[in-house]
Nanobody, 112 residues
Framework: QVQLVESGGGLVQPGDSLTLSCTASGTIYSSDRVSWYRQAPGKEREFVASVKWRDNIKAYGESVKGRFTIYRDAAKNMVDLEMNSLKLEDTAVYFC?????WGQGTRVTVSS
């Protein structure tokens, strides 16, 4: 089972940018999809973005389309989430996911 560690969260202002990283220890199989989810206080976990390991096909949640970009670095077993034009409603704990493995999350707070 792959182990996932997220990093890069922090406190930013609306309109700022931030890049999160997910580092995987273990094997990510070509059939896997690496995904980012987020969970805001009092809300259910929400899909943010994903990338298929084999062919780098990406998908995004509606609320982040055009603002967030997911990048895969197969050589480093890493997936980054570049977040631009951050909004107050992007405040959440962001989690990395591969199959049944989840990281511990990294907190992003957008506040003026």
């Amino acid at each position: 089972q792959v182990q996932l560690v997220e990093s890069g969260g922090g406190l930013v202002q609306p309109g700022d940018s931030l890049t999160l990283s997910c580092t995987a220890s273990g094997t990510i199989y070509s059939s896997d999809r690496v995904s980012w989810y987020r969970q805001a206080p009092g809300k259910e976990r929400e899909f943010v973005a994903s990338v298929k390991w084999r062919d780098n096909i990406k998908a995004y949640g509606e609320s982040v389309k055009g603002r967030f970009t997911i990048y895969r670095d197969a050589a480093k077993n890493m997936v980054d989430l570049e977040m631009n034009s951050l909004k107050l409603e992007d405040t959440a704990v962001y989690f990395c996911n591969v199959a049944s493995s989840w990281g511990q999350g990294t907190r992003v707070t957008v506040s003026s």
